[in-house]
Nanobody, 125 residues
Framework: QVQLVESGGGLVQAGGSLRLSCTVS????????IGWFRQPPGKERDFVAA????????AYADSVKGRFTISRDNAKSTVYLQMNSLKPEDTAVYYC??????????????????WGQGTQVTVSS
């Protein structure tokens, strides 16, 4: 199994930037696609971005396209989420997770596991 730990959250003004990190440990950690998800206050957790094990494929939610960039450095066992032009509606707890199943099309969070503890991102207006 793999273990994931998020870091890099914080408080930022609208229009600012943050970079989140997801450190992956465990056996064959570089073999897993990794996804970022977020849960705004009082709402359900939703998909944000994902990256394949080789970094050859990336995907983004429409709400973050052009503003967020996902990348990974397998030598450092880390997946990054660069967030630019942040908006108050980006405020949420951000989670990373490993894709353990391929039972569904797309990047369905039900195919993900080994969730991290989450990191809070707050964007002030």
């Amino acid at each position: 199994q793999v273990q994931l730990v998020e870091s890099g959250g914080g408080l930022v003004q609208a229009g600012g930037s943050l970079r989140l990190s997801c450190t992956v440990s465990g056996r064959a950690q570089s073999n897993y696609p990794i996804g970022w998800f977020r849960q705004p206050p009082g709402k359900e957790r939703d998909f944000v971005a994902a990256i394949s094990s080789s970094a050859g494929t990336t995907a983004y939610a429409d709400s973050v396209k052009g503003r967020f960039t996902i990348s990974r450095d397998n030598a450092k066992s880390t997946v990054y989420l660069q967030m630019n032009s942040l908006k108050p509606e980006d405020t949420a707890v951000y989670y990373c997770a490993a894709r353990l199943l391929f039972a569904r099309l797309g990047w369905d969070q039900r195919d993900f596991g080994s969730w991290g503890q989450g990191t809070q991102v707050t964007v002030s207006s």
